[in-house]
């Protein structure tokens, strides 16, 4: 397996704009994790997934997020109307259900609204 | 609340030992994790604890105390290579879905 995957790497949009981002976690994880991460801060919590199931969704996030995971395999994180504080890395994680279930995280996609 | 505090920036020099702290106030506790990233990098996992003591692994340890909400990541015999932001964690629940992120410590080895 060759880890998380995230597409696409970098995206530029201007404010308004819809943008979706798309994560492809290690097949055998049903855990999958959507963080955001600026500049200088440690990953924020977004949305959690396990399997299919999106059981927790940060009180932060906004109406304009959503996040699928329609056969419990890849997501998508879709932002609606971005904002420039919508600027971000944004990263995705999976983890196994067992033991410790450290999370293996993707290389992100950066967002950079203009 | 959640918080978990540490250090913004740490300076050390190539071959020295550093311990990077975090503590952290959580609604409840299931394991304490290390992360490293570095510059533009997804974090990478390091270490783990769950039980109060000291885990090591090659150059790097992490301990923990869960009566003083306290950890550290102990790193040896640094190397340039070690210059990156560190991460602590914590999964405050038994389900996976609750876990907090420090604002990491931007460690610099110098030569």
């Known amino acids: 397996d060759t880890g998380v995957s995230q597409n696409p790497r970098h995206k530029i949009t201007k404010r308004g704009q819809n943008v979706t981002f798309r994560c492809d976690p290690i097949?055998?994880?049903?855990?999958l994790y959507w963080y955001r991460q600026t500049l200088g801060q440690g990953p924020e919590f977004l949305t959690y997934?396990?399997?299919?199931?999106?059981?927790?969704k940060s009180r932060l996030l906004s109406d304009r997020f959503s996040a699928e995971r329609p056969k419990g395999s890849f997501s998508t994180l879709e932002i609606q109307r971005t904002e420039q504080g919508d600027s971000a890395m944004y990263l995705c994680?999976?983890?196994?259900?067992?033991?410790?279930?450290?999370?293996?995280f993707g290389p992100g996609t950066r967002l950079t609204v203009t | 609340g959640q918080n978990i505090d540490q250090p913004t920036e740490m300076t050390a020099t190539e071959g020295a030992i550093v311990q990077i702290n975090c503590t952290y106030q959580?609604?409840?506790?299931?394991?304490l994790f290390w992360y490293q990233q570095h510059a533009g990098e997804a974090p990478t996992f390091l270490s783990y604890?769950?039980?109060?003591g000291l885990e090591e692994k090659g150059r790097f340890s992490s301990f923990l105390s869960r009566s003083k909400g306290y950890s550290y990541l102990l790193l040896k015999e640094l190397q340039m290579k070690d210059s990156a932001s560190y991460l602590c964690?914590?999964?405050?629940?038994?389900?996976?879905?609750?876990?907090?992120f420090g604002p990491g410590t931007r460690l610099s080895v110098l030569p």
């Open positions: 994680a999976s983890s196994e259900y067992r033991g410790r279930s450290e999370q293996y």
């Open positions: 097949s055998e994880h049903n855990r």
């Open positions: 997934f396990q399997n299919e199931a999106q059981l927790e």
């Open positions: 959580t609604s409840g506790f299931n394991g």
């Open positions: 604890n769950v039980l109060d």
């Open positions: 964690a914590v999964r405050s629940d038994n389900y996976g879905q609750n876990f907090v």
